[in-house]
C-alpha cells in the first residue's frame, strides 16, 4: 500500500506551518528549538516522500545529511542554553540580552 505523495507533502507543510507558528509565538528558547527541530523534520519528511515517489536514494541521502548536522545542533544548542540558563536563570528570550554591551 503506498500514499500518495500529496500526502506526504501535505503533513509535511502542515508540521512546517505548526512549527513556524511555535518560533514565532513563543518565548522559551526551549519550545522554539523544539519548533526549529519540528521545521528539519517536516522537511524530512518532504524528501523522503519525493525519493519513495521517484524511486530515488538521492532524497534519502539528503535526509541523512540534515539528520547529521541536526545532531550537531542539538548538542551544541542545547550546551549553550544550559550555559545561559546558569548565567542569567533564565530562557525566556524577551529577557536574554548578552548580544548587548
Same mark, same amino acid.
Not at 509565538?25 to 519540528?38: G, P, S, T, Y
Not at 544550559?82 to 536563570?89: A, M, T
Given at each position: 500500500m503506498n500514499v500518495p505523495v500529496e500526502h506526504v507533502l501535505t503533513l509535511s507543510a502542515i508540521l512546517f506551518t505548526i512549527g513556524v507558528a511555535g518560533v514565532i /509565538? $513563543? $518565548? %522559551?528558547? @526551549? @519550545? &522554539? !528549538?523544539? %519548533? @526549529? *527541530? /519540528?521545521m528539519l523534520n517536516s522537511v524530512n519528511l518532504g524528501f523522503i516522500g519525493f525519493a519513495a515517489a521517484m524511486d530515488s536514494m538521492v532524497g534519502v541521502m539528503f535526509v541523512f545529511f540534515i539528520l547529521v548536522v541536526a545532531a550537531a545542533e542539538a548538542v551544541i544548542g542545547l550546551a549553550i542554553m &544550559? *550555559? @545561559? !540558563? $546558569? %548565567?542569567?536563570?533564565t530562557l525566556n528570550i524577551d529577557e536574554l540580552n548578552l548580544l548587548k554591551w
Open positions: /509565538l $513563543r $518565548r %522559551n528558547a @526551549i @519550545i &522554539v !528549538f523544539m %519548533n @526549529i *527541530e /519540528l &544550559v *550555559e @545561559i !540558563f $546558569r %548565567n542569567k536563570g
